[in-house]
Structures are given as structure tokens and as C-alpha cells.
């Protein structure tokens, strides 16, 4: 039967009638965990005003147990010494731990092939007090060798044990050893290397140290590794950076440390994962001051602005308003410090999309220009795009020639046809009383009526006609709206163009009639035999 069965007071009786030291040996042999079993008596006798350790065994206690006078006057030769120490360990036993190392004053480098090192043990099992106990003597030593110019001997063995026990300490989630390991002297960048090698194994994931860190949420943890020099940009093999995974799990202090350091809030983190940044400010869950944080950070990286503005392209949906707020507050910000009339002018196209009329307000008294294109619209057509009416009367208020001078020569009107967006054709008609047939300032010499055919709009084409469009203008090739028709629309639209006046017997440059162009181009999606019908039915 195995000691370990046995109880406490039957081991001790066996020990007391044990006079060979040869057969204490091996029973201690069959027994590693001896220290920690006899812990509380074994302690009791260890009194502190004792002057040696053979005193200490010879209290006044130890009468009734001679077996203990034995292994106290025999305990540096004491048998598998090793196996105590790891039982120690094993259960937390600091006192007997610290007890055996102060009797030999040395700390073993490496354990055999069978036991694993005692700081290893206490670091999985999660007891501090025995790390701490052991990193004391490790330390103790290793300023000795140090001092005799020994250290290099059992060097790379002491390495391995700590990084052992760091990532055991990450595994099984122990934030206090994990710090106590990561504040040690000798403790260094060569042990985090190890622990991100495949030289240490792990019960867990194969994060680098750094992002394991991270991912727990250890600040204190991850500032000491790198006052150690690890390289806070390390991956993870999807490619999340410790900056990444404390941004995605909205650990401020984690992120703060980081930063601190120098890591990059724009550092794209693999496919499918972003930046920090951008993490942060399409969250679902609102986190203004993470944000606020990394923005700050950002300008030290992002001084065009690209990804910052970037942000504020996403749909409204994905931003919730306290985000999409702070965007907006830096991207003023920048845009009244930027030098450049087309970054400036880029700030105001994405507060026009947002719907910020205080933001446009702003932009507009830092002279941002109107006029230039941002994604091929001018501010005013970038207001009729996102249907911001309110912004429309602004930007119009500010430059009026902007209702005339589009992109590409096109009117505000023909543009609201285009993406019909009947309220603002409205307000352009009524309230500024733009002119619905005039043409565009380029070669096509369209109308608004045409361009609401060309993108078959019939309700906004009935407004248009409504409001006075004239259903015989001609743009370039001299095509009327029934010829824009045939080409482009179907035969509803056909049907409300004859309803109001349209001729079929209307010719382009060509000598083409409505009938003719459907025949000739039409696109055959559109229901093309229908359309001839019609078109044939009003023939001359």
C-alpha cells in the first residue's frame, strides 16, 4: 500500500519505530509529498528563535517523535530532496518550502527528468506566497553566482523554469504570479522569448505572452513586460495585436499602457479584424472615453487623416451617435488645422453625410470650398445625395452658384432627379426658383426631365411635368425624353410620356424615332416587346 493512503498518525508511528537511516530513506522515497502532510507539526517545530536548524528540531515538542531529530540532523543529505520541494510547492507549504531551502541555501537550478521545478508547481497551482518564497532564493543565488562569476552554468535551465512558469501562470489565469514573475530581476526579454517559443509548452492557447496578457486584462502585467523590451506589436497568429485584443474587449488601462508604449491604434490587425480604432468606434456598446483615447493617439500616425475620416464613411447604422459625435469633434479639428483645401473640403463632405449643420456651419467660416469634388460630387450634391435638406439651404445660402455648377456640368435639379429626391427638387423649384428646363453646362445639354427618364423615376417625372418640364426639349443628338425612353425605361414610362404630349414622330439627329431607337438599341430587360406595342399603337 502506498503512504500516501495512510494517516497522518500511523506515518508518524511507523516513522517513530524506524532506527535505519537507509530504510527512512526509501519510505521517504515512496512519499514526496512528506513535507506538505507533516506541514503543521513539522512548522511547529521550526521555532524562530532557534539558532540552527539541528536546534530547531530538538524543541521542546519534538520529544515524542525521535524520527524527526533524525531527518533534522540528516536534512542536507535528506532523501529526494527534490521530491519535497515539490510537494511543497504542490500544496503551498511556503514554511516547510522555505524551511528546506534556507537548510541547503541553495535553490536547484533544474529537477530531474521526472519532477518538474518547484516554481513551476506553485506558478500552476496559483500559490503566490511560494512563488514569492521562491523567486527570493532564486534570486539570492543567482546575485551569488553572479558575484563569483558562476551564473552562466545553470542559466539556461533557471531561464526555462521562469518562462515555464510564466506561461503556466498564463494559462490557468494567476494575474498576481504572472505579475510577480514579470517583476523579477531575473527575469528578463530572453524569458518572454522563450515563453513565445515552441520550447515551452502550453495547456492553453499559443498567444504571445504579450496578447495573453492582454487578453486577461492585466495592465500592471503588460507594463512590466515591456519595461522588459517585448515587442508590444507582436501577433497573435490571426494577426490581433495586444493593442487590438485590449481595444475589442474595451480594457482602458490596458489600452492606456499600450499607447504609453508606442503601440499603433491604425495598425491593421489581419484580414477580417481592423484596427483598434476602428473596433472602438463601430462597437455596439458606447465607449467615449477608449475612444477619446485612441483618436488622441491617432494623430501621431494618421496626420492625413485618411483612417480617422475613414471612420465616418461607415453607414449610420454602424456608428452609434456618442462615436460618431466624437468623429466628427476631431475631424473639425483637423480640418482647421489642415493646410489643404481638399482635405478640408473631404471634412465637410463627411459631416454633410452625417447630417452635422453645426459641423458644416464651421467648415464653411474656415473657408472650406464648395466647389471641389469629393468622390466626383461638389458639397451641395453630396447634401442632395443624403437627402439633407436643411444642409442644401445652408450650402445654397452660402454659394449660390452651386445650383447651376455641379459636377460634370450638372445642375442641382438634374441631380436630384438623378437620385430622386422629389422634396429637394421642391424646395429648388419654389423657394430659389431654379429654372426645370434648363440645361446642363456641358455637351449632353440634358434636362432634369430626361435624367429622371434616363434613371426611371415615373413619379419624379411626374412632378417634373407637373412643375412645367417640357416634354419635347431636346438634349444632345436631339433626343426627347421618349427617345431616352426607348433606350432606357419601359412601358409604363412610355405610357405617362404619351399621356402628356410626348410625339412619337419626334426625330433625333439621326432621323430616329422613338419606335426606330427601340428597335435599333433597346435593352431587352426592360420589357422591349411591350414597348414597341406601344409605340406602335400611337405610330403616324
Known amino acids: ?30 512519499n514526496s509529498w512528506l513535507f506538505s502532510v507533516l506541514e503543521p507539526r513539522l512548522y511547529q517545530y521550526s521555532h524562530e528563535h532557534a539558532d540552527s536548524i539541528d536546534m530547531k528540531w530538538a524543541m521542546e515538542h519534538n520529544k515524542d517523535y525521535p524520527f524527526r531529530r533524525r531527518l533534522a540532523y540528516n536534512l542536507p543529505w535528506f532523501p529526494d530532496r527534490l521530491s519535497c520541494l515539490y510537494g511543497a510547492a504542490d500544496r503551498g507549504s511556503d514554511r516547510v518550502l522555505d524551511f528546506v531551502l534556507e537548510s541547503s541555501k541553495k535553490l536547484p537550478w533544474e529537477m530531474n527528468k521526472i519532477l518538474e521545478h518547484p516554481l513551476i508547481v506553485a506558478s500552476v497551482r496559483g500559490h503566490l506566497a511560494t512563488v514569492q518564497v521562491l523567486l527570493h532564493h532564486a534570486t539570492a543565488e543567482y546575485h551569488q553566482q553572479r ?36 517583476a523579477s530581476v531575473i527575469v528578463d526579454r530572453e524569458v518572454f522569448d522563450l515563453v513565445d517559443s515552441r520550447h515551452v509548452p502550453s495547456n492553453s492557447d ?26 508590444r506589436e507582436a501577433r497573435a497568429p490571426s494577426g490581433a495585436t495586444a493593442l487590438y485584443v485590449a481595444a475589442l474587449q474595451s480594457e482602458l488601462d490596458c489600452v492606456e499602457v499600450l499607447l504609453q ?12 479584424n481592423g484596427t483598434p480604432l476602428g473596433i472602438v468606434a463601430t462597437s455596439r456598446e458606447t465607449h467615449t472615453e477608449l475612444l477619446r483615447t485612441l483618436l488622441t493617439a491617432a494623430k501621431a500616425f494618421d496626420t492625413n487623416f485618411a483612417v480617422r475620416g475613414g471612420l465616418l464613411t461607415i453607414p449610420d447604422g454602424h456608428l452609434l451617435k456618442e462615436h460618431k459625435k466624437l468623429l466628427m ?21 463627411i459631416a454633410i453625410r452625417h447630417g452635422d449643420l453645426q459641423a458644416v456651419g464651421v467648415l464653411l467660416k474656415s473657408n472650406a470650398n464648395t466647389k471641389l469634388q469629393i468622390g466626383r460630387c461638389t458639397a451641395v450634391e453630396h447634401a442632395i445625395e443624403n437627402d439633407q435638406i436643411a444642409i442644401v439651404n445652408v450650402l445654397v445660402g452660402h454659394c449660390p452658384e452651386a445650383l447651376i455648377q455641379g459636377s460634370n456640368g450638372t445642375t442641382a435639379l438634374q441631380f436630384a432627379a438623378i437620385h430622386n429626391k422629389a422634396a429637394i427638387c421642391e424646395l429648388l423649384l419654389k423657394q430659389y ?21 434616363r434613371m426611371n423615376h415615373p413619379l419624379m417625372v411626374l412632378f417634373l411635368l407637373q ?22 425605361s419601359d412601358e409604363r414610362m412610355a405610357v405617362l410620356l404619351l399621356e402628356h404630349g410626348a410625339d412619337v414622330r419626334a426625330v433625333t439627329d439621326e432621323k430616329l424615332t422613338a ?21 406602335s399603337r400611337k405610330r403616324p
Open 261 to 272: 508604449a508606442g503601440a499603433n491604434p491604425i495598425l491593421d490587425a489581419g484580414p477580417g
Open 1 to 30: 500500500m502506498s503512504l500516501a493512503h495512510l494517516p497522518d498518525e500511523l506515518l508518524l508511528e511507523i516513522f517513530d519505530h524506524v532506527d535505519d537511516l537507509a530504510t527512512l530513506s526509501r519510505l521517504s522515497r515512496c
Open 329 to 349: 469633434e476631431d475631424a473639425l479639428e483637423f480640418a482647421v488645422l489642415t493646410p489643404s483645401p481638399l482635405l478640408r473640403a473631404w471634412v465637410l463632405a
Open 147 to 182: 558575484r563569483i562569476g558562476t551564473e552562466a552554468a545553470g542559466a539556461e535551465s533557471l531561464r526555462h523554469s521562469l518562462a515555464t512558469s510564466f506561461r503556466g501562470a498564463l494559462d490557468q489565469e494567476h494575474g498576481a504570479i504572472a505579475r510577480e514573475l514579470a
Open 467 to 488: 412643375s412645367g418640364a417640357n416634354i419635347h426639349a431636346k438634349e444632345q443628338g436631339g433626343y426627347t425624353p421618349l427617345h431616352v425612353c426607348a433606350m432606357f
Open 433 to 453: 426658383c431654379v429654372d426645370v428646363n434648363c440645361p446642363s453646362l456641358n455637351e449632353r445639354q440634358t434636362t432634369a426631365l430626361h435624367e429622371a427618364v
Open 206 to 231: 499559443r498567444l504571445p505572452c504579450i496578447v495573453s496578457a492582454a487578453v486577461r486584462g492585466w495592465a500592471d502585467t503588460l507594463e512590466l513586460l515591456i519595461s522588459k523590451g517585448v515587442d
Open 515 to 535: 419606335l426606330q431607337v427601340a428597335q435599333k438599341c433597346g435593352n431587352p430587360t426592360l420589357m422591349r416587346p411591350a414597348l414597341l406595342s406601344v409605340l
